[in-house]
């Protein structure tokens, strides 16, 4: 098997660290995005990737930590550590709700995806509306550095706790691929029918998959409320974030350990290099990544970490004719 | 994977040795020219609000064209001006890691924002390294109510705006003899219209008119008509509307075509009420519209030459462009007064003191104890024939407003 090893992961983890202690600037501002991306992409990961249920709405979950982050500090003046552990748990809580509802009448495929998106479009609205939520004016919290606010002068620490719940990610996607439930879900998506002939309560499985991609991706959105200090409902519901996780999931390879890591950092830093091809013409980079990114999806229709592995298998070969 | 920024190449040591070698064999040029002062200037160049991006970069490059050519700033030796564009790319991260760049590049401060969520997270992004940021027109409250040192405004905010726009709406129907009595209020749900419809429930039945009916859409909307269908049975004498460019553009035309013919449509930051290129894609739907905008001093001859620039870049003005034009003028003067380029003592000089308003109808720029330019007013245009005029107030207006516009 090509699974990542746990020791595999632990390294990647730490040289991600070292990188992070390395970085200022517009490059650490940079990666705490990507660690943001990538924990919302391997949150979807775990109900897109491995149980096969595509949702177009992550958003719901994303916005619900979010403004769970915000509301909780400035209306409530809860702990920012205390905000961010309800505000996970909230977006478990929002998952089982949506789950209960879409997996009770048997959604799947289009419709689930439709669901989703109709949720998250449905929260985005109700924020914008409600004066409880800020309204259309949002939220903006309060900037103020040290260890009780989970804000930092020096941002590399934030990184670092980024980082930190991008490691829980793994650890949860690793546990997946060794676990029998990661074997259920892996069922599921293959035959669902044949896995509920075999035994496999689908139901209780599906339900503890959303929660788990909820509160993973609920914690994306605690991070993102508590990075940038200003969210509204556009920013924590709109779909930008559901497109950036589905996409950052299926670029870097949908239903494995480290697809969504990578995609988040190879999609935001292609984003990224690419800026500085726009000269002139506005939106020039844009179009660039966009090719760039068709090419890949092309050349690696399993996402990037296949191709690393069908690349990884080929070198030595031609070692060996060498 | 990208490249260390420090590692060298055996490229970019030939290519150093080379500029060494200029550089010592022209020692007098070399004196001749103080190190330039970096300006950051923060536009959505991509994205949704690409066109307004533009607008301002034309602005803001006019600026340090003038500057330079005029000698730079002259208490520092005649250093020149360098703009160094930062891509928002209409969307609040992207506004922060725009900032980022900048300040890595090196900049003496930032200037622009455009959109309120934009210049939230950017001041914030740039008050970690306390760099002097000057927002233009976005126009929440909030920006400068975070006590950031580092946070300027140099346009009017939300408040303000408001605060003018029924002044000059009563002055307006009182000069006319009162024929507005009841009024309708079509908003875009987001931030900016759904706080102006708020204030002006509250606002406007004191002052005597009544709000018939409050009607918000979400942005983008792709058709008015039940809207406006709505707006005809209800029949107001007035119509207040707030949405951006498209829908501002679709409603209008959409009353045309119904045959709705209110006293008057008086807009407040309007989306295309005050844009030339609504006036010249659509004449006849325009004619009429009221405005309460950023707007520049119609009479200043830069006015006129700014516009010619963007007209012969093939290209509609818009207040954009003034705007960042004067805020390069009002950073020239605080570098000029700070004596320096270094960043703390030019927060000190735009608190301090009071500068020239560039060709904005604000009088002397003073900002006050939050950061926000206690000067700073919008100014009411009317679009008449082909053109739009400033109507309020009396010092700047270049028409008499025409009221009501219907009968």
Redesign the interface.
Known sequence: MTRPRLATLAIIVVALGVIAFALS??????MI?MMIIALAAQGWNILGGYAGLSSFGHAAFFGAGAYAMAVLQTRFGVNAWVALVIGIALGALVGAFIGFLSFRSGLKGSYFALITLAFAEVAR?VA??TNFTG????I?L??QNGLPYLQF?D?RYFLLIALGFVAIGLVVSWWLEHSRFGAYLVALRENEQAAQALGVDVFAVKMKAIAISGALTAAAGCLYAQN???I?A??AFGS?ISIEALFAAIVGGSGTVLGPLIGAIVLL?LG??T?GL?HGI??M??MVFGVILVLSVAFSPNGLVMLMKSLGLRAPAKEREA | MRRHPKSLSRRTVLKSGVALTSMLAAPGLLRAEPAPVKVGLLQPISGAFALDGDLAKIGAEFAVKEINEAGGIKALGGAKLELIVGDSRSNAEAGAQATEELQSAGVAAVLGGFASGIALTATQTASRYDLPFVVDCAVADTITERGLKNTFRFNPNFSMATAVALKNLVKLNDDAGKPIKTVAIVHEDGLFGSGLAKIMQEKLPPLGFQIVETIAHPTPARDMTNVVLRLRALNPDLIVPSHYFNEFVLMARTLQQQRVRPKGIYAVFGGAASSYRFVNEFPEAAQGVMDCNHWGDPKSPITAKLRETVTAAGKFYAYNTPINYSLVKVFAQAVEKAGSADRAKIIEALAANEFDSGIMPYGKTKFDAKGQNASALPLNTQVQGKDIKVIYPAEYAEAKPVFPING
């Open positions: 600037g517009a490059l650490l501002n940079l995005f609205i914008n509306s309204g259309a004016a949002g903006l309060k900037l002068a941002r940038y200090l200003f509204d556009n920013v930008w830093g990224e290099l800026k726009s506005p939106g980079d844009l």
